[in-house]
């Protein structure tokens, strides 16, 4: 009815259009039209030439997600403007435009869901119907997907599955297996009921010797009579002799009308498993003879033992021949003397009670010793075959049956039995047995040590008392459904301990079944996966924390990027205002300096991490080293208008330790305290001595804290306090994980405290001190010295940018320089230039820079000639293959240019000296 509804007001809409009718006329049409519109559930709306909205049904209010107020009489791509990127644009206009109704789906970004739309154009406008499809697109993209998974499924089984593509299953297509049973190539139609040219012609297919006509095989008949065939065997003869026995399953196919059109089968191939069958069937039938001939003695004697019969078989199932026998009456007495003693008494006892007619039918189990001396098990069944005119028995008969075996197995399945039970009372796991109808029957010891629970209580489904309440449900209903179905119990759920503590487990249960296939008991077992378990949140708290990280790396790389090309534009706009083009080279210079410092972050941490960094150690003295970071960090310092108070001892404390990378340390910690601490805040630098012999280096601020929770990974990699956008610092949050692994380098501990947000945080560094002291002396830092002289300098770069812009810089410097792309170049180039430096990139194409070096070095062998490798790889082994290429020095770009004059000024002349 509801869709019957929507057509009769599409109906009237599209007549309305149709006749050019205005809407004003339209809405006064009877039945109410407003009325009906109103009340339907697609979203309806009116849009005049000027594509305002004139009306707009609830339906299209609540997709708008808009007061009425608000949008009515409002121009549509006004309140939508991302619209205009859309289907919606493009197809209302069209509408509009060409006078024509259209039908388009169309999605919708900031609200993320798709739209089915119809619109109508008339006199005043559009009459417009939309809906919400979203869910049905995603059903649509699901059953692409279980398609896609269905054909891949088709292409693993080993079952052979076809399809009949029509009634007649004149075109038969199948799966790999299919094709294979079939010895056919793909593609071609494997139905025997083709028209002749298609119909394979490799193969007959006969059941117990003689063909099967075409429409008597298991798709046709199925196609033709509309029902299922099941369990059909046959066999495929190929031409060449050989025989594959099949198995094979068809069903019809039914249209909408329950006409047939078309029909599925599968088949497997059996031929092993009817070979088995075969043999097996002939060895039952040995069997069966061997049984019937020898597996049962008669025998028949007198009460009085005036006489007796035994047969064979009687002799023989004690290791006798039937001549070896005693006759009547000494057999008596042989055989008695053969019972087992455990036996005698109650034996002879139930003959007694037999012969006086205390017991109808006589059935006994007792052992016999074996002429080997073994013991031998038998079953007796004895019955009265003549009686006096008493009553009383005086001739029996019976059958003697030998149960060693039995008895062996039935003992060795207590032992199993035993054996089970030793297992189930010694894993660690909770191991259980369930009854057909899935109440409990036996649970292992180590349930009750975890839950507490007395096997009283948890006798049938009692046992669900220990599960977590929020568990509880889901766990029935599996529990159900498996023991309705028959399908394995899997499921993950938590257990109460006897301190009311709750721990996953892991619980599977396989129903055990007879031969005839019914259920007997379930067997389960519960493994505790507590801590699993929260290794796997923490796994998915650590990819949180990546994922996180990554989102950051690219704000954080394209923050400087950004004032970058501002000002490459602004000095292409202003060619000639020096103001501007110098500012514009500070802006450069200042944020790829970030840029570099973000990489070397970087690269640090992947050094550090990987084991590949190693540390320079010398005699420090940590004032001298403090003193490098509050220089290198007063920028940031005084750019937020931080107070930096500092406290230093009176003493010298000297450390063990790379001053580089304890510069970094201090630096780093510094960088965060001014990241982390609003602007004119407080950040206190303290060094001191503590009891213990340890340097400490401590640094305080009044900043936004620490979350209590985030406190133990503060030194994590892709770890940050905070991360929100609304946060003014910037970097990686690889700060902190350099000066915990940097100072962990350096024999030290690295300490974070915070009361919380708002409260500041305080991190500290403890250090072995040196405390003797050492013959060896902390260098001097290396001076600075510019470069006073010109040289001939060749730049080899395959990069044009690097190779150009380096090149104007040195000729900028005032120095004589050639290019060259590539390894070969640069050695032609060298043979008339006579470089007395050469800049060498290592990563070329072709002849790379180690072997450009080795042959400048063979070919033109000048020890004033200067080889510096530049890169941008500081991966490990570089350094040292640069060394045995003949590199004089090792550099990373982007080169600082006042260590490259410090390199160029190493090798002039001194004062002096020609």
């Known amino acids: 009815m509801k869709n019957q509804g929507k057509n009769k007001q599409k109906l009237l809409v599209q007549t309305a259009a149709k006749g050019k009718q205005s809407m ?3 809405w006064k049409t009877p039945p109410n039209i407003e009325n009906i519109l109103d009340s339907i559930t697609d979203a309806f709306v009116l849009i005049d030439q000027q594509w305002r909205l004139t009306y707009i049904n609830p339906a299209a209010i609540r997709l708008m997600d808009k007061p009425l107020e608000e949008i009515l009489g409002q121009v549509c791509w006004g ?13 209302l206009h069209r509408a509009m435009e060409e006078n024509i109704p259209v039908h388009f789906e169309a999605f919708y970004f900031p609200s993320a869901l798709w739209y089915e739309c119809d619109a109508y154009p008339s006199a005043d406008g559009l009459s417009v119907f939309f809906r919400n499809i979203s869910e049905r697109k995603q059903m649509e993209r699901q059953l692409r997907e279980r398609a896609e998974e269905i054909e891949k499924l088709m292409e693993v089984l080993p079952l052979g599955i076809v399809f009949a593509h ?6 038969i297509t199948g799966n790999p297996t299919a094709h294979k049973l079939l010895q056919l190539p793909p593609q071609v139609n494997l139905s ?89 069937s002939e060895s039952r039938r040995r069997q069966s003879a061997v049984i019937q001939a020898s597996n049962a003695s008669y025998y028949e004697f007198a009460t009085d033992l005036s006489w007796g019969t035994v047969d064979r078989r009687f002799a023989e199932m004690l290791g006798y021949s039937l001549d070896e026998i005693p006759p009547v009456p000494e057999r008596w007495d042989w055989w008695e003397q053969r019972l087992h003693p455990e036996d005698r008494e109650r034996t002879l006892q139930a003959y007694h009670d037999f012969v006086q007619d205390l017991i109808p039918v006589l059935r006994q189990e007792y052992r016999l010793r074996h002429k080997d001396s073994s013991w031998r098990w038998w079953r007796v069944v004895s019955t009265t075959v003549k009686r006096n005119s008493q009553e009383y028995a005086t001739a029996i008969a019976g059958l003697i049956f030998d149960i060693t075996e039995q008895r062996q197995a039935e003992e060795a399945l207590r032992e199993s039995e035993e054996r089970f039970r030793v297992m189930a009372e010694t894993v660690p796991d909770i191991i259980f047995t369930s009854r057909p109808d899935g109440s409990r029957e036996y649970t ?76 007997t008991k379930w067997f389960g077992a519960c493994s505790d996966i507590h801590d699993l378990v929260h290794i796997q949140e923490a796994l998915k708290e650590t990819d ?57 972050d970087l690269l640090n941490v992947a050094r550090i991490v990987t084991g590949k960094i190693n540390l320079k150690t010398q005699p420090v003295e940590l004032k001298e080293v403090v003193m490098q970071a509050v220089e290198t960090a007063q920028p940031a310092i ?52 503590s009891q213990e012999g340890e340097a400490i280096i401590r640094v305080r601020d009044n900043g936004v804290g620490i979350l209590p929770e985030k406190l133990p990974y503060i030194f994590d990699i892709f770890t940050q306090a905070d991360r929100s956008l609304d946060q003014a610092q910037s970097g990686l949050g690889l700060g902190l994980t350099l000066v915990h692994r940097l100072t962990e380098m350096h024999g030290g501990k690295a300490f974070a405290l915070s009361e919380g947000p708002g409260r500041g945080s305080e991190f500290t560094i403890h250090l072995p001190l040196i405390l003797e002291s050492t013959s060896q002396e902390i260098p001097p830092a290396p001076s600075t010295v510019r470069s006073q002289g010109l040289r001939r300098i060749l730049v080899v770069d395959d990069e044009p940018d690097v190779r150009a812009s380096f090149a104007l810089l040195l000729e900028a410097l005032g120095h004589e320089v050639m290019m060259a792309p590539d390894g070969p170049s640069a050695i032609e180039a060298a043979q008339n230039f006579q470089p007395e430096v050469v800049f060498l990139d290592i990563s070329m194409p072709g002849m790379d820079g180690y072997e450009t070096a080795r042959r400048l070095r063979e070919k033109y062998f000048r020890e004033e000639m ?4 530049w890169t941008g790889h500081d991966l490990e082994g570089y350094r040292d293959r640069s060394e045995q290429a003949g590199f004089d020095h090792y550099l990373l770009k982007p080169i600082d240019i006042e260590m490259v004059e410090t390199l160029l000024a190493s090798r002039l002349p001194q004062e002096g000296t020609g």
Not at 484 to 499: H, K, P, S, V
Not at 640 to 665: F, G, M, N, Y
Request: contains cysteine; negative net charge.
């Open 866 to 869: 200067m080889l510096i490798a």
């Open 79 to 91: 309140l939508f403007p991302e619209a205009k990127e859309t289907d919606f644009y493009t197809q």
């Open 444 to 519: 292992n010891p180590r349930f009750y040590e975890h839950t507490r629970l007395t096997p009283e209580a948890a006798e049938g489904s009692g046992w669900m008392a220990a599960l977590h309440p929020d568990d509880l449900e889901q766990v029935k209903t599996r529990w159900r459904h498996s023991v309705e179905t028959g399908e394995l119990f899997e499921a993950q759920y938590r257990l109460r301990d006897g301190n009311g503590r709750y721990r996953w487990f892991q619980g599977r249960a396989h129903p055990i079944r007879n031969e005839t296939g019914q259920i």
């Open 192 to 280: 025997k009921t083709a028209p002749p040219n298609e119909r394979p012609l490799n193969y007959k297919v006969c059941r117990n010797g003689h063909e099967i006509p075409p429409q008597e095989l298991p798709l046709q008949y199925a196609a033709t009579h509309g029902v299922e065939v099941r369990d059909s065997e046959f066999d495929l003869v190929f031409n060449d002799g050989s025989a594959t026995s099949i198995y094979g399953y068809a069903s019809p196919l039914f249209d909408e009308k329950g006409q047939v059109r078309g029909c599925i089968g599968a088949f497997m191939d059996i031929t092993e498993r009817k070979r088995a069958e075969q043999a097996l």
């Open 638 to 689: 005084e750019s937020a208008r931080h107070e930096l108070t500092l406290s230093l001892p009176a003493q010298p404390l000297k450390v063990e330790a790379d001053p580089v990378r304890l510069v970094q340390i201090v630096a780093n910690l510094l960088n965060n305290a001014v990241n982390y601490t609003p602007s004119g805040g407080h950040i206190q630098l303290q060094v001191a001595q």
């Open 24 to 26: 004003e006329t339209f």
């Open 544 to 600: 949180r924390c990546k994922n996180e990280f990554l989102a950051m790396l690219g704000h954080e790389l394209r923050n400087p990027l950004a004032p970058i090309c501002n000002a490459v534009e602004l000095m292409r706009m202003h060619l000639h205002h020096p103001a501007i083009q110098s500012k514009s080279i500070d802006i450069i210079d200042r944020q790829a300096k970030h840029l570099t410092r973000l990489v070397n």
């Open 166 to 171: 029509d009634p007649e299953c004149q075109r």
